[in-house]
């Protein structure tokens, strides 16, 4: 599985901005995927995660009601839509692999090249 971001960028506070991910191949127990980010001196955090058929999305709490993760599966992509975007969003963003059974979601340890956003005050 590959999988490329796009998106990203320098935006104010306050702003929206999307990012997309688009996945080639497949891996047998993949049936999730997820964004993750990484601020600067910060570990990897989940930001948002959906099951292949959308059903199901789960939300880091810092981004509940103002991100949103959505699928187009006949493009193979993922997208995340980021409204009323804070300077705590500042991060590296990553696409991510992942499995989802039983009301939780493992990464396939599968990841983007990442895309960096900043927002400014």
């Known amino acids: 599985v590959q999988l490329e971001e796009a998106g990203g960028g320098s935006v104010q506070a306050g702003t929206s901005l999307s990012l997309s991910c688009a996945a080639s191949?497949?891996?047998?127990?993949?049936?999730?995927m997820g964004w993750f980010r990484e601020g600067r001196g910060r570990s990897r955090d989940l930001v948002a995660t959906i099951t292949n058929d959308g059903s199901v999305t789960n939300y880091g709490d810092s981004v509940k009601g103002r991100f949103t993760i959505s699928r187009d599966n006949a493009k193979n992509t993922v997208t995340l839509q980021m409204n009323d975007l804070k300077p705590e969003d500042t991060a590296k963003y990553y696409c991510?692999?992942?499995?989802?059974?039983?009301?939780?979601?493992?990464?396939?340890?599968?990841w983007g090249q990442g895309t960096q956003v900043t927002v400014s005050s």
């Open positions: 991510n692999a992942g499995s989802y059974y039983s009301g939780t979601y493992y990464s396939l340890a599968i």
């Open positions: 191949g497949s891996a047998s127990s993949m049936n999730a």
